[in-house]
């Protein structure tokens, strides 16, 4: 059951994108495959939380073929909230573009008929790509990302949109070869790309190859992710495209390639002391795009340098490589991944009242209507990190490691921090003089008109209140993903269940969580050593725990 629990998010939307290419002269048959393949899909997730939470690290050997040999698809309590948080804002995006008519205007329509099974195609990539548990379907997930995210940016594109299109195609092509290369390199090197394979033998290899396979995968993913320097293309080619599009892409590919970087970064370079790189790319990024925004005058590429700059948000709690600074890492992620594809809704959707984009322009032109300034001002403020919302929750937890951490480094890059946040609402405030205020001089506010409409106001209300969740439910997530923290900070749970065999951590990691004993409580200095004693994270016993899972994981390969 298990098994087909963790190929469903990969293998249903793949499903669902071919019978809806093959029904392509039916609108209402692809609107049905694409919402009902995701939400099935969001189901599968919940459930994949909800276990991997209880039990541990869950696996899958495709095939029958034993880690590392075969590919290994493996959901931990980090792959699995990410995972959940991405299929629900992709369906969200979804029902906003049938809404909108970006996913076709009726029945026979052959320009949009490669909507559905591109963006199901899309979903299933984040989807892999979270799941992956080696580097090579990795790169794969990449690949099928970059295809679908292609076909859909140039969809009934005119020519600035394909010049934008070219500049992201180009871009990602660079990255994935820089990625290709790395993948052959550090296989020549160990001989493996399994995750958890490598996650024994880099630590094994000499210093400075470590330094120099830590800082190509940094590279690689710092591209993908948009982390300045490396963000150059992230401004030119999301505005162009239609606001669904936008949204999905900001929300998801870049998050992709921050979980990539944490996974690698934390897997395969185990480190005790903050890195001195990551913490000068963190506080540059939350600078320099933040900057960028305060600079521009189009709403679409105020919100892209915005996303660029809060990437430098998660680049800070990783960079400590602490308990709780990795806490904060994905608290923000999910928190970013709602609202920033909430806030390209909200974009799109100004710009279709208004028939602008220019702030200028929005000033004179009758405001939105009021639940649109409403889903603004939640989404807008949460991105400040105006308590009690979700960005709050995601910024206390990152200053708080920062503190715990001191230094002059961490100290600096708070500062960086706040002041960023500050620039935020500063940004956020001018966008809403531009689109929302009222005054003597504008027209009267507009109102929503047509099924289409409400449809996606609705939808993006959807995106606004999982983002809400995410801060009502604030104890709960938190406590989860300080338990996925501990998760990448030890280690030994992860190799465990893909290898069934203990693998190799730092020595004060090790101590911290053995020390803790079997009723120990995650925290700052470690956790609880409880997995390999068969125990569930709160300490009760587990019978169908780790313990026995590894047993039997480890006979099979032995009669194989």
């Given at each position: ?7 469903a998010?990969?293998?249903?939307p793949?499903?669902?994108a ?67 948080v ?10 906003f ?78 990255s ?25 033998k ?24 948009a ?9 030119d ?14 929300a ?10 944490v ?70 992620a999910?928190h ?96 809403w ?56 900070l ?16 730092p020595?004060?990691?090790?101590e ?49």
């Amino acid at each position: 059951m298990t098994d087909w629990l963790l190929i469903a998010p990969v293998l249903l939307p793949v499903l669902a994108a071919g019978l809806s290419l093959a029904v392509w002269r039916s609108a209402g048959a692809q609107r049905l495959l694409g919402t009902g393949g995701l939400l099935v899909a969001l189901v599968d997730a919940v459930v994949l939380l909800v276990l991997s939470d209880r039990r541990g690290p869950l696996v899958l050997d495709v095939g029958g073929w034993p880690a590392p040999a075969g590919i290994t698809l493996v959901a931990d309590r980090l792959s699995a909230l990410l995972l959940t948080v991405a299929l629900a804002v992709a369906l969200a995006v979804l029902v906003f573009a049938i809404g909108q008519g970006t996913a076709g205007s009726g029945s026979g329509d052959p320009v949009h008929a490669p909507f559905h099974p591109s963006y199901l195609l899309l979903a299933a990539g984040v989807s892999l790509a979270f799941l992956a548990g080696d580097l090579f379907n990795l790169f794969v997930a990449f690949e099928l990302m970059l295809a679908a995210s292609y076909v859909l940016i140039n969809l009934d594109a005119d020519e600035s949109r394909i010049r934008a299109g070219m500049t992201y195609t180009i871009t990602s092509l660079l990255s994935s070869l820089l990625f290709l290369t790395a993948i052959a390199v550090v296989y020549a090197a160990t001989g493996t790309v399994n995750l958890a394979d490598l996650g024994g033998k880099v630590p094994d290899l000499p210093e400075g190859l470590r330094t120099v396979f830590s800082l190509l995968l940094l590279i690689v993913f710092g591209i993908k992710a948009a982390m300045v320097p490396l963000h150059f293309w992230l401004p030119d080619s999301y505005p162009t495209a239609p606001a669904p599009i936008t949204a999905v892409l900001a929300a998801l590919l870049t998050k992709v390639g921050l979980y990539a970087m944490v996974r690698t970064q934390t897997l395969l370079f185990p480190r005790t002391e903050p890195w001195t790189p990551l913490l000068v790319a963190a506080g540059v990024t939350l600078l320099v795009g933040i900057l960028g925004a305060i600079a521009q005058q189009d709403l679409n590429r105020l919100l892209s340098f915005v996303l660029v700059s809060h990437i430098g948000y998660m680049l800070f709690g990783l960079s400590l490589y602490s308990v709780t600074g990795l806490t904060g890492t994905v608290l923000y992620a999910m928190h970013h991944i709602a609202v920033q594809a909430a806030l390209f809704l909200i974009a799109g959707l100004v710009a279709a009242w208004s028939g602008t984009a220019s702030l200028s322009r929005l000033a004179r032109a009758a405001p939105p209507p009021g639940i649109l300034a409403g889903l603004f001002l939640v989404s807008g403020l949460s991105l400040a990190g105006i308590p009690p919302l979700s960005g709050f929750v995601g910024k206390l937890v990152l200053l708080q490691a920062g503190v715990e951490q001191g230094g002059t480094a961490a100290l600096a890059l708070l500062a960086a921090a706040l002041l960023t946040s500050l620039l935020t609402l500063y940004t956020m405030a001018k966008v809403w003089r531009a689109a929302f205020a009222t005054g003597s001089g504008r027209p009267p506010r507009a109102r929503p008109r047509g099924g289409g409409a409400r449809l996606m106001v609705g939808a993006t209300a959807g995106t606004v209140l999982i983002g809400v969740a995410v801060a009502l439910g604030a104890g709960p997530v938190a406590r989860v993903g300080e338990r996925a923290a501990v998760d990448l900070l030890e280690r030994d749970a992860y190799l465990e269940a893909v290898l069934g065999m203990r693998g190799e951590i730092p020595t004060d990691v090790r101590e911290a969580g053995e020390t803790g004993g079997a009723g120990g409580t995650p925290g700052a200095g470690g956790a609880a050593y409880t997995r390999g004693a068969g125990r569930d994270p709160d300490g009760g016993p587990d019978p169908g725990g780790e313990t026995d899972r590894g047993i039997h994981r480890t006979e099979e390969r032995e009669r194989r």
